[in-house]
């Protein structure tokens, strides 16, 4: 085994790094680049690099891939303002070089000493950047340690508070809450996992995992050119979402925006997550016109129960969409014309004793203000639906905007 | 809700299919078809359909989709010998379907009554095939009832027993064991979970699930066009296995013979499934110098520590790899030239609460006779790895062979 001195070489060469990354830090993208949202190439083909640097961070508006890994994080006890300030500048070093397929440092895998342990965990060796995206987000509890550790109480934005209850709530401790989250999104499952467990191993005697999820088949789309996907109830989900090319509906729904409080959001996002677990064996045997009655769409084409095809806008007129129907319920017009944007992923968590799949929706959305979200949901209290599922995992986080270059996500806070 | 009478109509319709299907029985595929080996086109493209009827089942030496999901299945309690067979006619007519990436049956998920629940659960439509294959295995415990309720001791494989305790064992219940279990592989995972999720649902009364696993990122290859991938140690895996163009080693190490014992298992092989955690937090903490002399391979190249690349041979003299690397312990120069085909996959369960990630590979070997396994497990007792994994679960099934076009895999047991 090695010396205990080694567990801060990430941190190190991480440091390191930054004084360099430092010097080019004019280089900077300018506000209003849009790195992030370049999602495709000419002919629809899924490019496999996002930059990590932006004016917004990767992975909100990015196409969304494939495959999910996202982690909750808690602060040790002990940590201090610069075990915060240390911590997400490793994060954000590691991410930006594993964002171009790169091991977490220089040193990777196995470039270092034979007699140290690897920088790099390995096993995304070769795997390239397959689409990875990794996004940083800071939760309420950050904000509110006793006597004000971390020195950030008075830059707190007031809508970063804990969700309110919800009626149907389920809520698990094991899958609720978390000082920071990271969620890895990438084409490749192992590049994510990679990435989740590489940047836990950084946040050694920082902080510490306290919950994770692994997602896959994307329940929603952010590119025209995507298709829009299935979740484990059959139907097609995201058809109405927010797509990448809509700079209005991002500007009014999604960014926070340069007058809102406080300053240092500006040009980032509040994110929701939901786990949401799917009674699936007992949805299987409602009757076809009954699931169609539920969400208020056809299953088969995804088109709205009032006629047209999938992307005909639904109409809550001549009752051919049942008042507590999930599409009427959670649509804008219903909701003072507010938008969210969804990102989320399908689970299968293996099986219950009873042999039944525990299986679900992690639903993940992005929002200008948690308060976008809070309104649908209560909204959603009528919902049709509520009987086939149980929101069983819940946590928000505010999330910076996008790192400049040499500089880290969450830099603004601490300035 | 639906009457109780609609939880038969998978199985009234599989019957109907197989009906139709016996009269094309005569030009079943002749002894030695190599369908299931066609694992690439001309340019190396994976093709995305394999056909489930053939010699052999699909999901052996097809080369190794990215994406798994594992189910055991217990019979009920009450169920006959007429439960089982129906279920595995049922099974194999939904398998032969979703094999051409089509719904479980012909009324699919939203082609029957709008008043019934539809036969399939709909959440693949659209997706194809995407290389899904869907093994059948049968359990010790299934030619082991009371009073022998299935009529089939009397042709139980005198080498499908339950494996012995080997050193290292820390297995638990949760993942141990099954009359029946379900291989489903495929490119996308969503097209493996529904197939799990529609078999399970079709085995409605007369099987119910035991326990499952998702898997990704391959641990191994059968094709020398796939490259080698790596296991969550960061490390290579399968460099060595038994490749799908190799008959000779496929005839003397993975399909049961024409004159070995009992004779329905001819062309079919065994399977031995071990869900083995892996303490990645401390292996990560290893001095790569150990890492590679554990295994006996360097981590970036994965060629042999006695010299070369990573297909040469490796030479146990000269003392360049340890006594108990584990490359030599599993070698067939120290087990007797025995050969296994692997057939793993790597997993993330979430994590622990001490924020260790529950992570690890999930182990699927094929072979001529459980024995070969036995042997290079015990032989494995001193493996320089044992310190930094668990086998915490286990099972081991014969492999009945393929099924004939209108017939249905395990029908020479009951013939």
Known sequence: MSAPEESAGVSRRGLLGWAIGTGVAGLAVGAGAATAVAATQAGGAPVDEFAFEGPHQ???????QDHLHFASFDMMPHASRDDLVSLLQDWSYAASRMAKGLDVSASGAVG?????????TGEAQGLG??????????????????????????RRPAVLVGLPAFVGDALDAAYTGGDLC???CADDPQVAVHAIRNLSRIAFGRARLRWSQLGFGRTSRTSAEQQTPRNLFGFKD??????????KALAAHVWVGERDEPAWMAGGSYLVARKIAMLVETWDRLRLSEQDRTIGRAKGSGAPLSGGEEFTEPSFHGGRI????????AHPTVNDGVQILRRGYNYVDGNSDLGTLDA?????????????????????????????????GSGVWAIPPGAQKGSYVGAGLFA
Chains 1, 2 share one sequence.
């Open 58 to 64: 990767a992975g909100i508006t990015t196409r969304v």
């Open 112 to 120: 270092g000493s034979p007699e140290a342990p690897p920088d790099d």
């Open 129 to 154: 950047a397959t689409g990875l995206t990794i996004t940083f987000g800071l939760g309420p509890a950050l904000f509110e340690t006793e006597g004000d550790r971390f020195g950030i109480a008075a």
């Open 182 to 184: 990271i969620q890895a």
């Open 238 to 247: 995201g058809t109405a979402n927010i797509l990448a090319d809509d700079a």
């Open 322 to 329: 049942d008042t507590n129907a999930h599409v009427r319920l």
């Open 360 to 392: 679900g929706l992690f639903f993940l959305s992005y929002q200008r203000t948690p308060e976008q979200f809070i309104g649908i949901q209560k909204r959603l209290s009528t919902d049709l639906m509520s009987e086939y599922i149980r929101h069983i």
